[in-house]
């Protein structure tokens, strides 16, 4: 697709487009970084702070809407104070990103305890994805290089099955996916697939 044929499509149907290129929270960094650097033209359009736009990745992508925000604190905040949509979109953003790490941390407290009380179990997975989720970056490395399925596969003194069935939660119910490596090292770069056969899990 050309950029003036990109350029020149409804709001609706580039978000379309940008949604098959990019999935949830690529979304914004697809437009910021790639998109709006093609050119001149392609900068103002996908930077447009109004853009219906941005309405569709806050939605879609991080699980809030303009409209209902932007009518509760209409009569409350003056213009200055008033957020724009890719404002908005900036700060969910970093939320998001926050509770994934924060979400992670805890997650790989979990893995280590190894004990009965403290260790991880299916039921503990999920109520710490839903504390800090729902909508939380399960696809993207987190600032120390782990991801969520590794780090439960390398899970301590935790029967298999366990771990399978964190396992089966993360990539079924999730979206996790199975072939996105570790970076936690230079020259160490890990698939829930390596860790898996490594302990010999069936």
Known sequence: MSESLLLNLPEILLFQVISFAAGPSYRA????????????????IFLNETSCLWDGILTHDYGATLHDSNTTRKKRSSKRLRQTHLQ????????????????????????????????????????????????????????????????????????????????????????????????????????VLCVASARAMS
Do not use: W
Request: glycine share 4%.
């Open 29 to 44: 960094s697809l437009v910021c970084h790639k998109l709006a650097l093609l050119s001149s033209v392609s900068r103002s």
């Open 88 to 191: 908005r979109v900036r700060d969910a953003h970093r939320m998001v990103r926050d509770n994934t790490e924060i979400a992670y941390y805890y997650l790989s407290e979990m893995c280590m305890m190894g004990t009965a009380k403290n260790g991880l179990t299916r039921a503990k997975l999920c109520q710490l994805l839903e504390e800090y989720g729902p909508y939380l970056r399960i696809n993207h490395l987190t600032s120390t290089g782990g991801t969520f399925l590794v780090e439960c596969c390398r899970a301590r003194n935790v029967r298999e099955s366990v771990v399978l069935r964190c396992v089966q939660e993360l990539i079924e119910n999730r979206g996790a996916q199975i072939n996105l490596a570790t970076s936690e090292t230079h020259n160490s770069s890990l698939t």
